[in-house]
């Protein structure tokens, strides 16, 4: 199983933009689905963004849609979370995974099996 490597997280004002990057360590990840997620320190995962690489279909979650735009690179297979207009809400861990087992979307976030390690975002305000 390829290893997924997420970067681009940082400490930010409110209102400020992020992008986070992720890519497999050392060999381009292959994969059907892939998408971005976050877990505020005690909480739950929560699902935010994800691309289905076939057709490049997007589904978000709500608490992000108009915020959050999720890509791909095709030739570099680098999955980016745009992020705009952050909130402090928006403190948390962020972290990419993929080959999911059963639909493609942010809800499905318990049947991804693949996960990064995480990259921090703090937005302060």
């Known amino acids: 199983q390829v290893r997924l490597v997420e970067s681009g997280g940082n400490s930010v004002q409110a209102g400020g933009s992020l992008r986070l990057s992720c890519a497999g360590a050392?060999?381009?990840?292959?994969?059907?689905?892939w998408g971005w997620f976050r877990r505020v320190a005690g909480g739950e995962r929560e699902g935010l963004a994800t691309?289905?690489?076939?057709?490049?279909?997007?589904e978000y979650a709500d608490s992000v849609k108009g915020r959050f735009t999720v890509s791909e690179d095709k030739a570099t297979k680098t999955l980016y979370l745009q992020m705009n207009n952050l909130k402090p809400e928006d403190t948390a861990m962020y972290y990419c995974?993929?080959?999911?087992?059963?639909?493609?979307?942010?809800?499905?976030?318990?049947?991804?099996?693949?996960w990064g390690q995480g990259t921090q975002v703090t937005v302060s305000s």
């Open positions: 691309f289905f690489t076939s057709d490049g279909s997007t």
């Open positions: 995974a993929g080959d999911v087992w059963g639909a493609c979307r942010p809800s499905s976030v318990a049947n991804f099996r693949n």
């Open positions: 050392g060999r381009k990840y292959i994969t059907a689905c």
